[in-house]
């Protein structure tokens, strides 16, 4: 266990649905992100929260809302996804310095949850 | 553009055999980090071994230790005396103050 768990761990969901995926880290970490992994791909980062403040969206579609309440929680709200949505969603979390600047040191990641969008 | 390229999908190895893993990276950066990442069939990725680019020596952890070469821009993974719980995919990974990024993946089978 890397200390970020992330549920549910599976989710089947129509394109027409409402669903949101939780992570939390243990670790006392002040960053933590969102990556999509999609079979044969490279790990896509989708958002990153720094110190509770989103620092980066990569060009995300609106229909993928993230929301972190504190710096050990985030979530990913998800409505009116398409089939091509459905991959593996990864949460992870790391330590940054204190100058606000992102290091992009070592990261920990949950175990993922499996979205398969119908 | 900072990218990272990991030119081998899939790999084998002969249990207690070495094997060498390839990446390379491309960036404008001086300052990073390089990863190595191990994902497990259906389990947590975890990381494996991590390099400092401003580090000449190359980082090793147990039976992992990484060839850096900084002027190429080459990053590569060696396992030594490869045990089955070795087999995974292995991420490459650059991550430094403005980006994070992945390769896709080798999938590394350890042959008993």
């Known amino acids: 266990e890397t200390g970020v768990t992330q549920t549910p761990r599976h989710l089947v969901m129509g394109m027409t649905n409402k669903k949101s995926l939780k992570c939390e880290q243990h670790?006392?970490?002040?960053?933590m992100y969102w990556y999509k992994q999609s079979a044969k791909k490279p790990l896509e980062l989708m958002f990153v929260?720094?110190?509770?403040?989103?620092?980066e969206n990569n060009s995300v579609p609106s229909r993928f809302s993230p929301e972190c309440p504190n710096s050990s929680h985030l979530f990913l709200h998800l409505h009116t996804l398409q089939p091509e949505d459905s991959a593996l969603y990864l949460c992870?979390?790391?330590?940054?310095?204190?100058?606000?600047?992102?290091?992009?040191?070592?990261?920990?990641f949950g175990p993922g949850t499996r979205l398969t969008v119908l | 553009a900072q990218t990272v390229t990991q030119s081998q999908p899939e790999m084998s190895v002969q249990e207690a055999e070495t094997v060498t893993l390839s990446c390379t990276y491309d960036t404008s950066e001086n300052n990073y980090y390089l990863f190595w990442y191990k994902q497990p069939p259906s389990r947590q990725m975890i990381l494996v071994i991590r390099q400092e680019a401003y580090k000449q020596q190359n980082a090793t952890e147990n039976r992992f230790s990484v060839n850096f070469q900084k002027a190429a821009k080459s990053f590569s993974l060696k396992i030594s005396d490869s045990q089955l719980g070795d087999t995974a995919m292995y991420f490459c990974?650059?991550?430094?103050?403005?980006?994070?990024?992945f390769g896709s993946g080798t999938k590394l089978n350890v042959k008993p």
């Open positions: 929260y720094n110190f509770k403040e989103q620092t």
């Open positions: 990974a650059f991550g430094n103050f403005n980006k994070f990024y």
């Open positions: 670790l006392g970490h002040n960053a």
């Open positions: 992870a979390s790391s330590q940054e310095e204190g100058s606000g600047l992102p290091t992009r040191d070592t990261q920990y």
